[in-house]
T-cell receptor, first 116, second 114 residues
Framework: GAGVSQSPSNKVTEKGKDVELRCDPI?????LYWYRQSLGQGLEFLIY????????KSGLPSDRFSAERTGGSVSTLTIQRTQQEDSAVYLC??????????????FGPGTRLTVT | AQSVTQLGSHVSVSEGALVLLRCNYS??????LFWYVQYPNQGLQLLLK??????LVKGINGFEAEFKKSETSFHLTKPSAHMSDAAEYFC????????????FGAGTRLAVHP
């Protein structure tokens, strides 16, 4: 079946502009995660969705970052007033959750964001 | 604080040699443990996982890892390296009580030379 997809694959934006990154999880996966991968910080957790709610937003680095998920499926990560330090690869992952706990996370190919 | 440590940011082995990539975590409660591999310009692919049960787990591409509670370790091994194993490897931990987020190690870049 189809894996996690993300769009766009690459995004170049000017400092101060807003950007939206999209994630389509694996069909039926109730849990969705956003991570950021950068040279200086490695792989960092940003936010976790269970269905449409986000019980863990602890990784969002500032209030310029927000995310939503609709219909228990697609998620959008929005970065307002982008800064150069926002340049990174943004990875989305999804997993299936049962009463026994979450299974492994499956990752998308990422969106490479470059802020000039 | 909960953390994941991968010893060695770069490891180089000869083709056919043993691969050993080290991962230690800080927690008194056994967590769930994962190894992921990342090839250039690609996302992360799950190699193997430990949740409960047998402490020696086998994954794809001939890799395996052993969970050692007393050493808080989850080292990744492969008996014989192939050129195609050259990639970056990440150890990831899902600590108990922390929802479902993964905490990643800094990664180890594996080079395989003829």
């Amino acid at each position: 079946g189809a894996g996690v997809s993300q769009s766009p694959s690459n995004k170049v934006t000017e400092k101060g502009k807003d950007v939206e990154l999209r994630c389509d999880p694996i069909s039926g996966h109730t849990a969705l995660y956003w991570y950021r991968q950068s040279l200086g910080q490695g792989l960092e957790f940003l936010i976790y969705f269970q269905g449409n709610s986000a019980p863990d937003k602890s990784g969002l680095p500032s209030d310029r970052f927000s995310a939503e998920r609709t219909g228990g499926s697609v998620s959008t990560l929005t970065i307002q007033r982008t800064q150069q330090e926002d340049s990174a690869v943004y990875l989305c992952a999804s997993s299936s959750t049962t009463r026994l706990g979450s299974y492994e996370q499956y990752f998308g190919p990422g969106t490479r964001l470059t802020v000039t | 604080a909960q953390s994941v440590t991968q010893l060695g940011s770069h490891v180089s082995v000869s083709e056919g040699a043993l691969v050993l990539l080290r991962c230690n975590y800080s927690s008194s409660v056994p967590p769930y443990l994962f190894w992921y591999v990342q090839y250039p310009n690609q996302g992360l692919q799950l190699l193997l996982k430990y949740t409960t049960g047998a402490t020696l787990v086998k994954g794809i591409n001939g890799f395996e890892a052993e969970f050692k509670k007393s050493e808080t370790s989850f080292h990744l091994t492969k008996p014989s390296a192939h050129m195609s194993d050259a990639a970056e490897y990440f150890c990831a931990v899902r600590f108990s009580g922390g929802y479902n987020k993964l905490i990643f190690g800094a990664g180890t870049r594996l080079a395989v030379h003829p």
